[in-house]
């Protein structure tokens, strides 16, 4: 009998969304009272998200892989354009048009183009196989497709997305077979455009040498991470205790969305930190576990790139907020508030779940079988 979903997968998503609640209720609570006169308004709506990101989730699992590879293009088009379309008539904050303003809540349409442009070059190099050692007709129409998106997100401008995607999109060639030297001839063009397009915006320039030295700066562009590392300092091993934080309160900015992490390393200490980690770290394993155990080089590819996708946004954040890297805005995927990032990892994991219930038996109930422990090791 095929088990209908991956329980470690399902597992995983449920922890994260129950560490989500307690973390953003926690963190939420004063900045929601100062800003809408009501302390319960972001959690509430937090409340009303996840049920229908979970529907969203299990309806996409429902959908044979087929399908998807089918409506690939589709799908890729309306994506780019509704990425237009957000910048004719999106809502702009603090100079980012990013955002569709529905009845007061807000879509960001970069959440439903990255998991197209995963299917599209998940399509691509498993349709055609015998195209990806020219590069005229492996490499190039994939690129083509990938710049035209690079191109709709600096102009937001939305640089952390934009690295976001190319990482992956290269994951994913590299494993599908592109040529190295393909590969390296594209990053030696590409990267100088990436740093030309740093230095061209001084607040990223801000943010680079913020990261180098934030005391140098410490109430401006050094002030987030500032706070982030204090906030961690102070956790210690076990933490303040859930609710009795500091930096939350008005100290540390986006306390409930991109720097939700820092607000749990100084309630949660060290260990709630690594648990967060160890949930991440088992997450990713069964999706790669996952996408080597499938025959079909799409769905393969489709399972990489979805867990890469989730994978990566968690190290990006927690580098940055523990300034590893320089500060940048992008939730964790399942954990920070925000519903278009919700629904965009629902439909990630949708995928996943559908490939899992769509294998082969024999290969579906090996997966099954395999102990959290194996997928540790």
């Not at 303003?101 to 995963?118: D, N, R, Y």
């Not at 050692?133 to 690079?150: D, K, R, T, W």
């Not at 489709?302 to 190290?315: D, K, R």
């Not at 899992?356 to 959290?372: A, E, G, M, Y």
Request: glycine share 10%; with cysteine; net charge neutral.
């Amino acid at each position: 009998m095929r088990p209908a979903f991956d329980s470690i997968l399902i597992g995983c998503v449920i922890a994260l969304l129950t560490l989500s609640i307690l973390m953003v209720g926690s963190a939420s609570l004063s900045v929601s009272e100062v800003r809408y006169n009501d302390a319960f308004r972001i959690i509430r709506h937090w409340l009303i998200y996840i049920p229908f990101g979970l529907l969203l989730m299990w309806g996409v699992s429902r959908v044979h892989p087929s399908w998807w590879k089918a409506a690939c293009l589709p799908l890729l088009i309306t994506s780019l354009l509704i990425m237009v379309a957000v910048l004719i008539t999106g809502q702009s904050l603090n100079g980012a048009t990013r955002w569709f303003s529905f009845f007061g809540l807000s879509l960001q349409p970069v959440e439903l183009l990255k998991p197209a442009i995963i299917l599209y070059m998940a399509y691509y190099m498993g349709t055609f196989p015998d195209r990806l050692h020219q590069l005229s007709s492996g490499l190039a129409p994939m690129l083509l497709i990938l710049c035209s998106a690079l191109v709709l997100l600096m102009l937001q401008p939305d640089f952390g997305n934009s690295v976001l995607i190319f990482i992956v999109c290269f994951i994913l060639w590299f494993v599908g077979g592109i040529p190295f030297l393909h590969l390296a001839a594209m990053t030696s063009v590409l990267i100088p455009v990436g740093i030309i397009a740093v230095i061209a915006e001084p607040y990223r320039v801000e943010r680079l040498l913020s990261f180098t030295d934030p005391w140098a700066d410490q109430f401006g562009s050094g002030y987030q991470l500032i706070q982030s590392m204090i906030a961690f300092g102070s956790g210690g091993l076990t933490g303040s205790g859930l609710g009795q934080g500091i930096q939350k309160l008005f100290y540390l900015p986006e306390a409930f969305t991109d720097f939700i992490a820092a607000v749990m390393g100084e309630e949660l200490g060290l260990i709630g930190t690594a648990g967060l980690i160890i949930i991440f770290g088992i997450l990713i394993m069964r999706g790669l576990q996952l996408a080597m155990r499938c025959e079909q080089t799409f769905e393969r590819l489709l399972a990489t790139g979805c867990t890469l996708l989730i994978g990566i946004s968690f190290f990006i954040n927690l580098a940055a907020v523990m300034g590893m890297i320089p500060t940048k805005g992008m939730p964790i995927p399942f954990f920070s508030y925000g519903g278009s990032a919700l629904f965009g990892n629902c439909i990630l994991m949708g995928f996943l779940l559908g490939i899992h219930r769509h294998l082969p038996v024999k290969q579906n109930n090996s997966i099954h079988h395999t102990s959290v422990s194996e997928v540790i090791t």
